[in-house]
Antibody, heavy 124, light 107 residues
Framework: EVQLVESGGGLVQPGGSLRLSCAAS????????MDWVRQAPGKGLEWVGRSRNKAKSYTTEYAASVKGRFTISRDDSKNSLYLQMNSLRTEDTAMYYC???????????????WGQGTLVAVSS | DIYMTQSPSSLSASVGDRVTITCRASQNIGSHLNWYQQKPGRAPKLLIYTASNFYSGVPSRFSGSGSGTEFTLTITSLQPEDFATYYC?????????FGQGTKVEIK
């Protein structure tokens, strides 16, 4: 059974840092691209960023709203995905989900599994 | 960046109704369009991928169509468990984007 379990959320002051983790199980983690998606309270889904797999040199992508402040990394030996968040702002307050990407023929992509999310609150 | 616009933002419908949600992309995205359902307090779930393909276990009352810049999600006979928020999402470019969501409420 595929499972994604996020952790590391909490309350942090503006300007502070936080590191989220996503522990994966039930599939070959190293094969998959993995993303972070967030959802502010009462708002819609916002794509945050991506970690590609080893075959794609672990390259990353970021939304403009977090570029330069957030860093995505992974440790395939631990089946884990990470989101290092620096210079946090009140508008970063959200539930943060990790999500697995499945790719069809290397062209079509979708999120087929999501974690339950971890809540980040940025407030003084 | 590609922007996704859904309409309507919300709708009220009754059990048994046919419901259609539209999603428009700011640029041509071919068939790189997915649909998700989210219920309060839960993570989203995949319904439709590549515009019109059913994900495993999704009831056949859900269907997707469209290509290029205009897409639709149709629920042919709304069931009580379908009251939720629905999101489209483009995967055409390296930077992905979601629509703002359509909340389907009970009339």
């Amino acid at each position: 059974e595929v499972q994604l379990v996020e952790s590391g959320g909490g309350l942090v002051q503006p300007g502070g840092s936080l590191r989220l983790s996503c522990a994966a199980s039930g599939f070959t983690f190293s094969d998959h691209y993995m993303d972070w998606v967030r959802q502010a309270p009462g708002k819609g889904l916002e794509w945050v960023g991506r970690s590609r797999n080893k075959a794609k040199s672990y390259t990353t992508e970021y939304a403009a709203s977090v570029k330069g402040r957030f860093t995505i990394s992974r440790d395939d030996s631990k089946n884990s995905l990470y989101l290092q968040m620096n210079s946090l702002r009140t508008e970063d307050t959200a539930m943060y989900y990790c999500a697995r990407i499945t790719r069809i023929e290397g062209v079509y992509n979708y999120f087929d599994y999501w974690g339950q999310g971890t809540l980040v609150a940025v407030s003084s | 960046d590609i922007y996704m616009t859904q309409s309507p933002s919300s709708l009220s419908a009754s059990v048994g109704d046919r419901v259609t949600i539209t999603c428009r992309a700011s640029q041509n995205i071919g068939s790189h369009l997915n649909w998700y359902q989210q219920k309060p307090g839960r993570a989203p779930k995949l319904l439709i991928y590549t515009a019109s393909n059913f994900y495993s276990g999704v009831p056949s009352r859900f269907s997707g169509s469209g290509s290029g810049t205009e897409f639709t999600l149709t629920i042919t006979s709304l069931q009580p468990e379908d009251f939720a928020t629905y999101y489209c999402q483009q995967s055409s470019t390296a930077v992905w984007a979601f629509g703002q969501g359509t909340k389907v409420e009970i009339k």
